[in-house]
């Protein structure tokens, strides 16, 4: 009796796990498996395929994840139902809208690859299980079967660590803290954010465990990190080893690298395989970016080094793939020329914009990745910044540009599409866009696939939406061929304030493209319908997004009318236009208060939720501070230029840092403005300044970029563990409005000042 309860409950089991699309869909709406029939069908060509069987709509697929490609591409463009980030549930109509005529799309391209190092920091630095279930279902649906797996990559390296001979202090001195891991995991910095408490560990290892059995369930095929040759910066000394010192990476110490000639590489690459086999499995592909963003070193050979790499992850799974990031001088030619096709997988990092696969671009490689197999990928977001942003017919010029003859040699060798931002949860419509991409055969328009978009987006059919965001596409979302600047345009509220705000972080290169008049436009739209959508998770979303996109946009045009009253000296209106500017930034920060998605408080109270104890708390919770303000300490934030290179415009970081930034700068100018008007002694020739040319005593005499030491501001903020600005009250539709009101009239009943 007892052996066949035993043989029931393996077969019931073998049952439950069987249609991992199906559990997707109770994930979406419980009981919503029932109105579905999903069909796994061998097939030579990627493809998913929508029928109607009686009531039941029926999708069929090569593999799980083109099933739930499939499905996603029935609930948007059927149903009118539209997943994302922000919304993982829906609630399926009683009897689902027919499949009238059988629908099938195929593809070649059979890699879909998710995430860059970047988001698991950016993004994911503190996601529990709930989160991350969420995204693989996200991942699914979108047709991705090949995602970066780097979660409990510390937990491989403490225990070769240990097994080296380091202590847990010495450890804890190399991996970097939660926030700050993809940059440790990239070679750029050991330490900075550390060290991890063991409990860290455990959660990590678990964590990986649980992801990489949903994405194994669903077919996907995981990258796993690999070894490149990094170890800590002092292992010359603690370890004998022969390595290149790699210097510095913006103020902060790099590991050192490992060189291929030295005895040891291959016995360390070895324990550093069986300590990631051990915890999380073999992989078919592994990910190694060495020697990243750094210049040649001629102590290191090339060629050796990345032979020794290969071998090792051979090694370990003969049929494994590398896969390297197409980023500045990566993969380096020395390094990979000598290798087999099939061997290495290029992801085309910024195939959108700085494409390296042989077409035009600043980063062009005349013959592209030669006899490497690559992948089209969409880096789109920088640092997860908040901010519409887009290339639109950048993207679908240089995608379906493979399809003509001069470029066979590279289209012969592309295998997919790749995700490859540094932040997720923003800008969905690009990923949507990216992710049809394999399955339309087609070049398309964007404004004739925008139309079908909205109406999946909010389920509905409406003019006026249609309108809003075909000034979009035309405008925000189309950042043409030539600017090379590093996501979205950056909001004039999350900049060190200056004479002269442009960008807000270093290395943006932002140029102006687009006329703010047209999100304001946009905006103005999408308010005059507000009503009609109480309630429409999507639509509110993206209303508070547009409405804010305008708001920063104008406040933009209010900055240099406010600096302008200062360089004329107009001190009651440089008051006035100040004061605007200041109420407009915390009118930002009560319509972001309106959606969780735009709150610190809740990347925050992530990091809080990840400890165990008040010390982990602790840690965390400035891990994720720092993070998206200094970045680095004093040094690397400011010498560095590390500062603000993740800014957020996020209800609570508005209000309690950068306002605080801005109120100072403008009263700071006001005493200026102020002072001038007193006697100027050493404008009269006199004092010190007796021996002053008349050109130097007028330079004195001009407007002065006023001094003040940003970073002792910004600090505080940093280790201030008490909560943020309370969360405004008030509907996404009703405080819209009051900007609106704002923005047009100048009327808001809201702020007042601080």
């Known amino acids: ?219 996907m095929h995981p990258v796993l990190p690999g070894y490149c040759g990094m170890v800590p910066h002092d292992a010359k000394q603690r370890l004998g080893l022969n390595v290149a010192d790699a210097g510095l990476w913006n103020g902060f110490q790099r590991p050192a690298n490992l060189l291929p000639t030295d005895a040891r590489f291959s016995e360390i690459a070895t324990l550093y395989y069986n300590e990631l086999t051990k915890l999380f499995g073999r992989a078919d592909y592994y990910s190694m970016d060495p020697f990243h963003e750094s210049n040649d070193d001629p102590n290191i050979d090339y060629a050796k080094a990345g032979e020794a790499m290969m071998q090792a992850m051979k090694r370990v799974n003969p049929k494994a793939v590398w896969v390297i990031q197409g980023w500045t001088e990566n993969p380096r030619e020395a390094m990979v020329d000598g290798m087999k096709t099939g061997d290495l997988l290029v992801l085309d990092l910024f195939s959108e914009c700085r494409p390296m696969f042989g077409i035009p671009s600043i980063w062009k490689r005349e013959q592209g990745y030669k006899q490497h197999q690559w992948l089209f990928c969409l880096l789109e977001n920088f640092g997860a910044n908040v901010g519409l942003h887009g290339r639109m017919d950048q993207l679908l010029d240089n995608f379906y540009m493979l399809q003509s003859s001069k470029f066979q040699a590279q289209s012969s060798k592309l295998k997919g599409i790749g995700f490859t931002m540094e932040g997720s949860e923003n800008n969905p419509v690009m990923f949507e866009l990216m992710s049809e991409l394999p399955w339309r055969a087609e070049k398309f328009t964007k404004e004739a696939w925008i139309k079908n978009y909205v109406k999946a987006r909010y389920g509905v059919e409406d003019k006026t939406l249609e309108k809003a965001w075909l000034v979009l596409v035309k405008s925000i979302y189309n950042c043409p061929a030539g600017n090379n600047q590093q996501g979205p345009h950056e909001s004039i509220f999350c900049g060190r304030p200056s004479l002269n705000n442009f960008q807000a972080s270093s290395w943006s290169k932002m140029k102006n493209y687009y006329d703010p008049a047209d999100t304001k436009r946009a905006a103005k739209l999408m308010n005059s319908v507000a009503n009609r959508y109480r309630g429409n998770n999507n639509f509110e979303y993206d209303l508070v997004d547009i409405t804010r996109q305008a708001l920063a946009d104008q406040a933009r045009i209010q900055y240099q009318k406010t ?17 605007r500017f200041l109420q407009m930034l915390l009118l930002q920060d009560q319509l972001l208060g309106t959606r969780t998605e735009f709150r610190v408080g809740r990347w925050t109270q992530d990091a809080l939720n ?3 104890t008040a010390d982990e708390k602790k840690l965390y919770e400035w891990n994720a501070r720092v993070q998206i303000t200094t970045w680095g300490n004093r040094y690397c934030a400011d010498t560095g230029g590390l500062r603000d290179y993740a800014h957020k415009e996020w209800q609570g970081l508005l209000k309690d840092f950068y306002y605080v930034r801005w109120k100072a700068y403008f009263d700071a100018l006001a005493e200026q403005m102020k002072a001038q008007t007193a006697p100027q002694p050493e404008l009269l020739g006199g004092g010190p300044n007796a021996t002053k040319t008349a050109a130097e005593l007028f330079a004195m005499a001009l407007p002065q970029e006023v001094k003040l030491d940003y970073y002792a501001m910004e600090e505080p903020w940093t280790l201030d563990q008490t909560p943020y600005s309370a969360i405004p009250e008030g509907s996404p539709v009703d405080v819209a409005k009051e900007v609106m009101d704002f923005m047009f009239n100048g009327q808001c009943s809201m702020v007042n000042g601080k």
Request: with cysteine.
């Open 563 to 579: 600096i302008a009253d200062y360089k004329a000296f107009s001190r009651k209106q440089f008051d006035k236009e100040a004061k």
């Open 1 to 219: 009796m007892r052996k066949l309860l035993t043989i029931i409950g393996i077969l019931l089991s073998v049952q439950l796990y069987a249609n991992p699309v199906d559990e997707l869909i109770e994930r979406i709406d419980k009981g919503g498996s029932a109105k579905f029939k999903t069909q796994l069908v061998k097939s030579d060509k990627d493809f998913f395929e929508l029928d109607q069987a009686g009531k039941k709509v029926v999708i069929r697929g090569n593999s799980w994840v083109n099933i739930a490609s499939g499905l996603n591409w029935y609930l948007k463009y059927y149903a009118g139902i539209h997943l994302s980030w922000n919304q993982m549930q829906a609630k399926l109509p009683a009897v689902m809208p027919a499949v009238t005529k059988k629908e099938r799309h195929e593809t070649d391209l059979t890699l879909r690859y998710d995430f860059n190092y970047c988001t698991f920091s950016y993004s994911m630095a503190f996601w529990d299980w709930k989160r991350w279930e969420k995204e693989i279902d996200w991942m699914a649906l979108h047709g991705v079967n090949l995602p970066l797996a780097i979660v409990g990559e510390e937990c491989v390296w403490r225990n070769m660590l240990l097994k080296l001979g380091y202590s847990e202090k010495e450890v804890g001195e190399f991996i970097a803290g939660p926030a700050f891991l993809a940059w440790w995991e990239m070679n750029n910095l050991e330490g900075w954010g550390g060290p991890l408490p063991t409990s860290w560990y455990a959660r990590q290892e678990k964590l990986q465990k649980q992801i990489l059995a949903r994405m194994k369930q669903l077919g």
């Open 610 to 612: 990840a400890g165990t």
